[in-house]
C-alpha cells in the first residue's frame, strides 16, 4: 500500500497527487479551488491606480463546461480518499461556488452547513456599479447521506463564541498586515491568501488532534499552517513551485503546542456516563441521604438501587424531579442538591459525577 505522505506538500497536479494516495485515508479535506473568475476588464481605484486581480494562469480553468469537468475530477478524487466519517469543506464565491455545490450533491455528498465568511475589511467596489463583494461562500459536507459519525466540536465552538452557539456567518477579516506573506518584491506572494482565523474555526470544528487534514490547493499553505498549530497532520498539493517554497518556509517556522494545550472543551456525549447509582455505589452518598430541590422546598431520600422517593414519588433522579415539578422532564444532575458535610453548602449532585469522571479519565 502507498503510503500516506503526512506533513509534506507535494509539487503536483491535484487529481494525479490524490489518485495515488491510498483508499479512505484522510479525516478532513479543505479546498479552496481556483475560482474561474469572469472578470470584466481591468479595475481601476478612484486614484486611477490598478487593482491587482487574479489573473494567474491557474484560475483560468475556460468555459464552464470545463469548470464543471474539473470539478468533477478532484471532487471524485477527493471522494475517494475521505474516510467513512470524513468531511469535506469547499469555500467559493458567486463565480464558482453554486456550480461546485451542485455538483456535490451529485456526487453523493450531503451537505451540513452552508457558512457566509463576512469580511470586515472587503475591498470596495470602486466602479460604484454593483453591491460591494463582501463574502465568501463555505460548504461543509459528509461524504454520503448514510453518514452516522462524524466530528462537530460544539462545545468548543460554543466557548471560541463567548459561551453562545455559534452561527453560520462567519465574521472575520480578510488576511492583511503582518500575516499578509510578501515576495522579495515586497508585494503579495499569493492573490487570494486566506486568513489563519478562518482555517482555525474550520480544523478545530471538524478535526481532532492527529487527525489527517488535506487541501488539494495549498497555495501559501494557511490550511498547513493552522494544521499544525493545532497538532493535526496536513498534506498539501500545489502545482506552483513558487507556492510550494513559501508555504514550506511558513510551516517550517511552526512549533506545534503540547498535547495537553491543545485539548478543548469535550463534547458532553464523548464523556464516560456515569448513573446515580454508581455515585451510590462509590459511596459518595448512602441509603437515607437527603437530596433537595434548589429551593430546599422538596426534600427526596437516596435509596440502595441509585433511585430516590419524595414518599408519593419514587424513580430516577430525572423522574422524581419531573414529578415534583410536574414538568414532563428534568435533569436530575443539575435540579438535585446535596449538602456537603453536615453544615456545609449545598451542591448538586453533578458534582459527584464529575468527581466520578475525573478519576475514569485520569
Keep these: 500500500m502507498t503510503k500516506l505522505p503526512l506533513n509534506q506538500i507535494l509539487h503536483d497536479e ?19 479551488p481556483p475560482y474561474n473568475l469572469q472578470l470584466g476588464g481591468d479595475l481601476h481605484r478612484p486614484d486611477n491606480s490598478k487593482v491587482a486581480a487574479v489573473t494567474d494562469g491557474w484560475d483560468q480553468i475556460g468555459g464552464f463546461d470545463d469548470y464543471d469537468l474539473f470539478t468533477w475530477r478532484w471532487l471524485e478524487a477527493a471522494r475517494r480518499l475521505l474516510k ?26 450531503w451537505f451540513m452547513n452552508d457558512v457566509i465568511w463576512r469580511k470586515s475589511n472587503p475591498m470596495p467596489n470602486f466602479k460604484g456599479t454593483r453591491f460591494t463583494n463582501a463574502h465568501e ?27 453562545v452557539q455559534m452561527r453560520s456567518d462567519w465574521n472575520l477579516p480578510i488576511c492583511a498586515g503582518h500575516e499578509r506573506i510578501k515576495n522579495e518584491e515586497g508585494t503579495k506572494a499569493h492573490p487570494t491568501q486566506k486568513p489563519e482565523s478562518l482555517l482555525h474555526r474550520v480544523i478545530l470544528a471538524t478535526t481532532n488532534p492527529g487527525d489527517v487534514v488535506l487541501d488539494p490547493f495549498f497555495g501559501t499553505g494557511t490550511t498547513g499552517a493552522v494544521a499544525k498549530k493545532l497538532g493535526r497532520h496536513f498534506i498539501g498539493i500545489e502545482q506552483d ?11 517550517d517556522a511552526i512549533v506545534t503546542a503540547d498535547d495537553k494545550d491543545l485539548e478543548v472543551t469535550p463534547s458532553k456525549k464523548s464523556l464516560p456516563r456515569i448513573p446515580f447509582g454508581a455515585v451510590v455505589e462509590a459511596g459518595l452518598l448512602h441509603a437515607g441521604d437527603k437530596l433537595f430541590c434548589p429551593q430546599k422546598r422538596r ?24 414529578a415534583v415539578q410536574h414538568a414532563p422532564a428534568c435533569n436530575g444532575w443539575t435540579f438535585w442538591h446535596y449538602r ?15 468527581q466520578m469522571r475525573a478519576q475514569l479519565v485520569s
Design 14 to 32: 491535484c487529481v494525479a497527487a490524490m489518485e495515488a494516495m491510498p483508499e479512505a485515508s484522510v479525516d478532513l479535506i479543505f479546498a479552496d
Design 84 to 109: 467513512d466519517d470524513g468531511a469535506i469543506w469547499v469555500m467559493g464565491s458567486y463565480h464558482n461556488i453554486f456550480r461546485i455545490g451542485g455538483i456535490l450533491q451529485d456526487a453523493g455528498f
Design 299 to 322: 426534600i427526596a431520600r437516596v435509596r440502595p438501587d441509585g433511585s430516590i422517593t419524595t414518599g408519593e414519588n419514587k424513580g430516577s433522579i430525572h423522574q422524581v424531579g419531573a
Design 137 to 163: 461562500t463555505l460548504i461543509w459536507a459528509l461524504k454520503s447521506r448514510e453518514q452516522k459519525k462524524y466530528t462537530f466540536n460544539y462545545p468548543a465552538m460554543k466557548m471560541l463564541n463567548d459561551g
Design 241 to 251: 513551485g513558487t507556492y510550494v517554497d513559501v508555504a514550506q518556509a511558513r510551516i
Design 340 to 354: 456537603q458535610g453536615k453544615a456545609g453548602n449545598f451542591a448538586p449532585i453533578d458534582v459527584l459525577r464529575q
